[in-house]
């Protein structure tokens, strides 16, 4: 009896130490978990950093100018002068963990290299909800409208922004150019446009793209200005160099806005820093003269122009060697 006493005894206990097994198992499953989801918390979307912004304080703070230009396109003053008359005007203001520098590094920095969203919201450890999706903090938006509102303030073809150079008024080598205000010419930014909607958009060179069409006035030396400025602005901000994925009124807007920051940085910084790299700028202009020097369908309009451009250059032309012998 003792023995079949003790049996069951020891059965129990072995039942009750299995049962407490479980239990310590779901319980140590069960810290686990939240553990886990505790790291999860402090890791948010695309690597946040809880608001400590440390690449834009890296960049405001630590870097040195040269590399600051580098990496912005603008002179450390400028974009100071951007954020400050941005914030003067009640354009941009500081949100709750992001400040107006940071708001405009991040547009920057994806005009500038062309970065997705994704790419951006890694390198600036910000999650990525807070620089697409919500409207209230959508900074790459809020930027691109800021820059779009002061526009008319610094892109503006009138009789004070056009006065010629007295270099350019005043020596009969220009004589020819004596009552123009600027230079027109057109250019091809590639856009996105849903399927449905693309016809009006294709070009004579067959591909989807913008057609812009420019002034430039003669604030610059006389020269193949033009061209020579679209290849830089396309350097410059290489968001323009291939078919940006946002909304086709952004990619219009955006043409405003990135003509707008160059004419600011024009009117900041010297001529100098517009144009980096004049052996790059030459085999720009080369590439698109190449490129628009193919063969397409020539319309009865097109070949009376062509006509009359060669008028306009034999003109031109002949006046030019009548300077070079009186001189």
Request: proline letters at 3%.
């Amino acid at each position: 009896m003792d023995n079949k006493l003790f049996a069951t005894l020891a059965a129990a206990a072995t039942s009750i130490m299995e049962m407490n097994n479980v239990l310590l198992s779901v319980a140590a499953a069960g810290v686990a978990c939240k553990y886990l989801g505790s790291i999860w918390n402090t890791y948010a979307a695309y690597y946040g950093d809880g608001g400590q912004a440390r690449y834009t304080r890296f960049l405001l703070d630590e870097v040195r100018p040269e590399l600051f230009r580098e990496i912005t396109r603008m002179e450390r003053s400028t974009f100071n002068n951007l954020v400050e008359e941005l914030t003067m005007n009640g354009l941009l203001k500081n949100g709750r963990s992001v400040l107006v520098e940071e708001q405009v590094l991040i547009f920057l920095d994806i005009v500038c290299y062309n970065n997705s969203m994704r790419q951006t919201a890694v390198k600036f450890r910000r999650v990525i909800k807070n620089l697409t999706k919500m409207p209230s903090i959508c900074y790459f938006g809020i930027v691109l409208n800021s820059l779009v509102a002061i526009y008319p303030n610094y892109v503006k073809f009138d009789m004070d922004s056009c006065n010629q150079p007295e270099e350019i008024a005043q020596n009969p080598k220009y004589q020819p150019f004596k009552n123009a205000l600027g230079a027109l010419d057109g250019v091809f930014i590639p856009a996105t446009v849903p399927a449905e909607s693309q016809s009006p958009w294709r070009n004579r060179k067959h591909f989807i793209a913008q057609n812009v069409l420019a002034a430039v006035n003669f604030n610059f030396d006389l020269r193949n200005i033009v061209k020579r400025i679209f290849g830089c602005i396309k350097r410059k901000f290489l968001i323009l160099q291939s078919a940006p994925e946002i909304k086709l009124k952004k990619q219009v807007r955006l043409v405003y806005a990135l003509c707008m920051l160059w004419n600011y940085i024009r009117s900041h910084e010297s001529v100098n820093n517009l144009f980096d790299d004049p052996e790059e700028d030459a085999r720009t202009l080369l590439r698109t003269q190449m490129g628009e020097d193919e063969s397409f369908d020539v319309t009865e309009e097109d070949s009376i122009m062509k006509h009359r451009r060669e008028r306009l250059a034999k003109k031109l032309w002949d006046q030019y060697v009548a300077y070079k012998r009186s001189a």
